[in-house]
């Protein structure tokens, strides 16, 4: 499957036509869900592939032969792409580890009266775009990102590949605060006190861990060890899908690489949006404040 320059669009939303069709897409929201499924739900960019690798080793107490064995996508297939269904299909692992880029709007109504649990991973959403854009460059099924103020404007506007980074967080934010079963993981967090997060991931999944157990987590899920293995660096995949020349998947792994790349009035366009946009959302940003401080 190629379809390199396809892009689907889905109930509105653009979907790269590599990996995605319209078929899988309708199959996401059909999905049978079992109660004992992990869903790890995120806008790209987000910290999406640190946290499949930290379920795995969670999973497997601290254990890191699975993940140097088997890629992340087998591991924790994402559900709207069209080979999830053969991989649960061939998988006996329990509890299935699945992804989702998809908002809630159209996934919300599949997971009501389920018991799955959900972990929502967000990020500062300047250090999504930015990560984003440097993606853009080597995936050869994502658009042209044109010139960065371009590709931001798209960001903000909410009509880049996998559309409003705004309606993602806010919809599937107002989920996990009402339930038991989910949790919300910032990115910051992660990169802050990853101890504490995949202590937070273990006690969601009632899968406690020693302290032992949980240091080989966190060394196993380093930024430095994760860059290097080949089954979450996406060096798997050939060049004619995504040109490694011109940059890693696994690229920075650091909070406000933003300040590299926006400009002032950038930064302050992107607040009034934000701000906006994220009117009535109770949501308390660890990055918020961080942010102010800096740029005063
Ligand atoms: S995707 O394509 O949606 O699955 O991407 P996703 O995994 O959500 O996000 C990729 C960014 O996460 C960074 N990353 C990490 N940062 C710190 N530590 C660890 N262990 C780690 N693993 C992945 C990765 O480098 C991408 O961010 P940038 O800013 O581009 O470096």
Redesign the pocket.
């Known amino acids: 499957m190629a379809r390199l320059d396809v892009l689907e669009n889905f109930h509105g939303i653009l979907f790269p036509g590599h990996l995605h069709t319209q078929e899988s897409l309708q199959r996401a929201l059909e999905f049978p869900f079992q109660d004992t499924d992990v869903l790890i739900v995120?806008y790209?960019?987000?910290?999406?592939?640190?946290m499949q690798?930290i379920l795995t080793l969670i999973t497997s107490k601290g254990d890191p032969y699975l993940s140097q064995t088997v890629p992340n996508w087998t591991r924790a297939p994402w559900l709207e792409q069209h080979y999830c269904a053969a991989v649960l299909e061939a998988s006996s692992t329990t509890p299935r580890v699945i992804t989702t880029?998809l908002p809630h709007h159209l996934l919300g109504p599949t997971l009501q009266g389920s018991k799955a649990k959900v972990i929502y991973?967000s990020r500062n959403p300047k250090?999504v775009v930015?990560?984003f854009y440097?993606?853009h460059k080597m995936a050869k099924f994502l658009p042209d990102a044109g010139s960065f103020p371009e590709f931001l404007n798209q960001f903000l506007e909410g009509t880049l590949t996998f559309g409003s980074w705004f309606d993602h967080i806010k919809d599937w934010t107002s989920q996990t605060a009402a339930s038991d079963n989910m949790l919300h993981i910032t990115?910051e967090e992660?990169?802050l006190d990853l101890p504490g997060t995949i202590k937070r991931v273990s006690s969601l999944l009632q899968c406690p861990l020693v302290e032992e157990e949980v240091n080989s987590c966190v060394k196993h899920?380093?930024?430095s060890n994760?860059k290097t293995n080949r089954m979450v660096n996406y060096t798997l995949i050939p060049e004619e899908i995504m040109d490694h020349s011109k940059g890693s998947?696994?690229?920075?792994?650091?909070i406000g690489?933003w300040k590299n790349m926006f400009t002032e009035e950038q930064n302050r366009y992107l607040r009034s949006v934000l701000k906006a946009k994220m009117q009535g959302c109770n949501l308390e940003f660890v990055w918020e404040e961080q942010d102010e401080e800096e740029t005063q």
């Not at 790209?44 to 640190?50: A, L, N, V």
């Open positions: 995120s790209p960019k987000s910290g999406t592939t640190w690798e880029h991973v250090d930015v990560s440097h993606f990115y992660m990169s899920c380093s930024f994760m998947f696994m690229r920075k792994g650091k690489d």
